[in-house]
């Protein structure tokens, strides 16, 4: 087997002083993020200022949390730009014991609801599980970029491994590696419990692996995990009182369904094509339970009817699409399934919270991106997303470097092509004169 030879380190500072430059695709992408924003904070204040007022005693209660929240994300999205991908990385795992912790905290807090999934301290409480699904996707992106590849080790030998080498390359360090820091996670989260957590979190490590280059065996070996814990799951599923109601209630019998799933399917049938309109809203005044948080998107079919539901569909896809395409553009492997992994997470808890509140899947608690409710989620969104400020600035210098070596190699050839030239016309004009005399 072929030898890999590393590189060697080189130096770093925390912060970089100037990542790079503004490629016009990152640009578009901050573009489209600012509309969803405050697309988002304007639904947001439209589903929650009457629950505001009848529950808290001031219409701006949920609004003025959020937008506190926000500038803060904002903050934390502008320092994180300017981070060292490399010192994120160098940071992964050191910060994924500190996640073990913050979730083992969680486990001590009191129980709301059933569940114990906010750690609480001086009248601020932080939802672990959101940082753990960001410590997750630096970890698995760095085991993902770490994992040998076949095609690196030899390529002429890619379909002569022998077992031993097969099963340390594309089982060992392609799946099993990757996959045990998710384990005592999963358990953690199971503990709480929040399942939405553990779903969400496994398709997003999911993703990264699968669009690693891992292979077929990963794919297969996945699929076959997650049908057997469905399966552990479900059958137990009676030891979890909530979680049984969610699924008894995800059913096609209007009468049988969850309270939610019912306000939520009548708001959105009456708002039609165009809506009722911003604010008018009927299921927003106490009818539809979590209507600032998992259900936001019923109250903007009922109040923006169809086309604004469609335009916010757009928008997400529009997003996702171009932050795909600067993860493709990054720096190196690592950076590139940083980004498919955040932009995975968008991707997954979009197509969650859209099909939960069509009835499509049961209730997962999972919440619209930017849309819902939680300070704890939307400063760690935007704390994501500086860390694809910081891929898409790093890419984009990357990629002028490695045009100008090309472009310096382009050079020299063309000057050593030019002086091979000249002696050659030297060559022959000396020969013509020997002829001559």
């Not at 080189?10 to 490629?23: A, C, K, M, V, Y």
């Not at 030998?157 to 999963?186: A, D």
């Not at 699968?210 to 996945?222: F, I």
């Not at 045009?403 to 063309?414: H, K, L, S």
Request: proline share 4%.
């Amino acid at each position: 087997m072929a030898t890999i030879r590393r590189k060697k380190a080189e130096p770093f500072s925390i912060l970089q002083r100037d990542p790079g430059p503004w490629p016009t695709l990152l640009i578009n992408w901050m573009a489209t993020l600012g509309i969803i924003v405050i697309f988002g904070l304007v639904m947001l204040f439209s589903a929650s200022y009457t629950t505001g007022y009848l529950r808290m005693g001031d219409s701006f209660h949920y609004i003025k949390q959020q937008a506190l929240c926000m500038i803060l994300g904002l903050g934390c999205m502008f320092l994180i730009s300017y981070v060292d991908h490399r010192f994120l990385r160098k940071m992964v795992v050191p910060g994924y014991f500190i996640v073990l912790a913050m979730l083992a905290v969680t486990l001590t807090m009191a129980p709301l609801n059933g569940c114990r999934r906010w750690i609480r301290f001086a009248g601020l409480t932080l939802q672990s599980s959101e940082v753990a699904k960001f410590e997750m996707i630096l970890f698995s992106s760095h085991l993902a970029a770490k994992a040998p590849q076949v095609e690196r080790l030899d390529p002429e030998r890619r379909i002569l491994l022998t077992p031993r080498e097969w099963l340390r390359v594309r089982v060992w360090k392609q799946l099993v590696v990757p996959v045990l820091p998710l384990i005592p996670v999963v358990i953690l989260l199971a503990l709480e419990p929040h399942m939405s957590g553990i779903v969400l979190t496994v398709a997003v490590v999911g993703t990264i692996l699968l669009l690693s280059g891992s292979g077929g065996v990963l794919t297969w070996a996945g699929a076959i995990t997650a049908g057997t814990l469905l399966e552990t799951l479900l059958s137990h599923v009676d030891s979890i009182p909530y979680l049984q109601k969610r699924l008894d209630g995800w059913t096609q019998d209007l009468s049988q369904m969850t309270d939610q799933t019912v306000q939520s399917l009548y708001a959105i049938g009456s708002g039609g094509l165009k809506g009722l309109g911003l604010g008018n809203s009927v299921e927003k005044q106490l009818w539809l339970p979590e209507s600032t948080n998992d259900f936001i998107f019923s109250v903007v079919c009922e109040e923006l009817g169809f086309i604004g539901a469609v335009l916010i569909i757009v928008l997400f896809v529009l997003f996702i699409v171009q932050g795909l395409l600067i993860a493709y553009k990054a720096e190196n492997l690592y950076c590139t399934m940083v980004g498919i992994g955040i932009m995975a997470q968008i991707a997954w808890q979009v197509f969650c919270n859209i099909a939960v509140v069509t009835n499509t899947l049961p209730n997962t608690g999972i919440s619209l991106p930017f849309f819902s409710s939680g300070g704890t989620s939307l400063i760690l969104l935007l704390a994501e997303m500086g860390v694809m400020v910081n891929i898409g600035r790093n890419g984009e210098r990357a990629a002028q470097q490695r045009e100008q070596m090309r472009a310096q190699r382009e050079a020299a050839r063309a000057e050593r092509e030019a002086e091979l030239a000249r002696k050659t016309i030297d060559l022959a004009s000396a020969r013509a004169a020997r002829t001559e005399q």
